[in-house]
């Protein structure tokens, strides 16, 4: 059954279809039909792979996988959501664009397979003896990069808030200040509500970084994307993303004097809770400059209008609706991810790029995007795309304003662009670094010469 076929010509398949192509013709297929799969010797491994960071006890996911016992009374459900890739929240297209990434979580064909295999075969136990030793996570006070870094240099909270237990969404802006006496790199920065409660009503934060030095955005890109003013965001915080980590050789700087702004955007819960959260910072070693600056940049679809270069959206009530934006490069560029942002109407987000000689390329396409996962597709280092000056970075995105999208509150509504959750968004969060014509070139020499050793 196909879906909707979008103007880029791309067709997707649903339900257990995905599954019969992913499988059809393959030696794993026949290998898998006649091997006994278990919940011990099979099962538990994927899970602890790729299910427990959030399915286990005391994680934000409504039920733990870590036994057979817990995970048995879901088994159909567990199903459903793998066949079609619901779960884990992976939502980006494997069939197109850049397929290299260095957080990926999504599962494998095979796993897919084993786990649909167990379910139709009665989701049986196994050996106990097969069971791998329960997985090991950190505590869930530590910082996610603690395990790569260690401990952060600096860690800042926002002002707490009291979200009352009913009404309208806030939008909490308070300031921060930077503690630092001299310019400092930083190659990492990592953002959490403080709390349980405190993720329960936080939808998104923003960390603003205000800082008194020149704007160097209006040498680097064009028309509104250039109007920006300071030197823009440190990071944004969503379900789904939880930190930045800079390529090697690029990094964020600060500067004395400087401080965070705040934006909090917060939604009632049933209960009064308080909202808060916290940014930890990781500096380069002191002397030790990166030799690129990386900006966190939001590549709309959609239009600016008005010398203020508002966002518009113009979403009608019972469609699917397309909207284009178009972003360019005045300089060559590498992309380091793709996070598209959008509310609960949203559908799917393509990032294309259009070449100077006027070819095309599809760097990422996100077509069953998810309001309650704002998962961040960090690229590969080795895929990461390097783009020409003149590059035109193509955002299009889909929004389903009508009855058959579960998510939608009124599908008779006219819908427009807003802040509130049931208004609408359309941006990618990309941080960008932009390079030398001469790094450039020398991007270019060693790819050739990968594709020549490679034979392609």
């Excluded at 393959?26 to 011990?40: G, Y």
């Excluded at 930083?186 to 704007?215: N, S």
């Excluded at 064009?222 to 050789?249: H, V």
């Excluded at 518009?312 to 009530?317: E, G, M, N, Q, R």
Aim: proline share 8%; hydrophobic share 40%; glycine share 6%.
């Amino acid at each position: 059954m196909l879906v909707y076929e979008f103007r880029t010509g791309i067709k997707k398949a649903a339900g257990a279809s995905v599954l019969t192509a992913m499988l059809a013709g393959s030696a794993f297929a026949a290998e898998l039909a006649n091997k006994p799969v278990t919940f011990t010797k099979d099962i538990a491994p994927i899970f602890q792979e790729k299910c427990q960071e959030c399915h286990r006890t005391g994680s934000m996911a409504p039920m733990s996988l870590e036994t057979y016992e817990q995970a048995r009374p879901w088994a159909k459900a567990i199903k459903q959501k793998v066949v079609t890739r619901a779960m884990p929240p992976w939502h980006l297209d494997k069939t197109v664009g850049i397929q290299k990434f260095a957080n990926d979580f999504s599962l494998s064909d095979e796993q897919i397979a084993t786990i649909v295999r167990w379910v139709d075969s009665g989701a049986p136990m196994g050996d106990p003896k097969d069971m791998p030793p329960p997985k090991q996570f950190p505590d869930f006070n530590q910082w996610q990069l603690t395990k790569v870094l260690g401990q952060p240099d600096l860690v800042i909270d926002s002002q707490p808030y009291t979200m009352p237990a009913h009404g309208q969404d806030v939008w909490w802006k308070p300031y921060a200040n930077i503690p630092i006496t001299e310019p400092r790199w930083v190659r990492a920065v990592e953002i959490r509500p403080t709390t349980p409660d405190a993720r329960r009503v936080v939808h998104h934060a923003l960390a603003r970084l205000q800082q008194e030095e020149p704007d160097l955005r209006s040498s680097l890109l064009t028309a509104a994307d250039a109007n920006n003013s300071g030197p823009g965001m440190l990071m944004e915080w969503a379900i789904g993303k939880s930190y930045d980590l800079y390529a090697p050789g690029t990094g964020k700087l600060l500067l004395p004097g400087s401080r965070i702004w705040w934006e909090l955007h917060l939604h009632a819960a049933g209960e009064p809770l308080v909202a808060q959260t916290q940014i930890a910072i990781y500096f380069y070693p002191k002397g030790q400059e990166p030799k690129y600056r990386t900006y966190l940049l939001s590549f709309t679809a959609g239009k600016y209008v008005g010398d203020e270069h508002e966002q518009t959206l113009d979403i009608p009530p019972n469609s699917i609706s397309e909207t284009e934006g178009y972003h360019v490069l005045r300089h060559p560029a590498k992309l380091e991810n793709f996070q598209p942002h959008m509310h609960l109407r949203g559908k799917a987000m393509a990032m294309e790029a259009i070449l100077p000689d006027g070819s095309t390329q599809m760097l990422s396409y996100v077509d069953k995007f998810n309001f309650l996962w704002m998962t961040n597709y960090i690229y590969a280092d080795d895929s990461a795309p390097v783009l020409p000056a003149g590059t035109v970075l193509h955002i299009t995105a889909w929004h389903d304003n009508t009855a058959n999208n579960p998510n939608n509150p009124d599908p008779n509504q006219w819908v427009g662009w807003g802040e509130r959750t049931v208004d609408e968004m359309a941006h990618a969060w990309v941080n960008v670094t932009f390079i030398s014509d001469e790094d450039y070139q020398t991007y270019l020499a060693k790819k050739g010469a990968t594709v020549a050793q490679s034979g392609k």
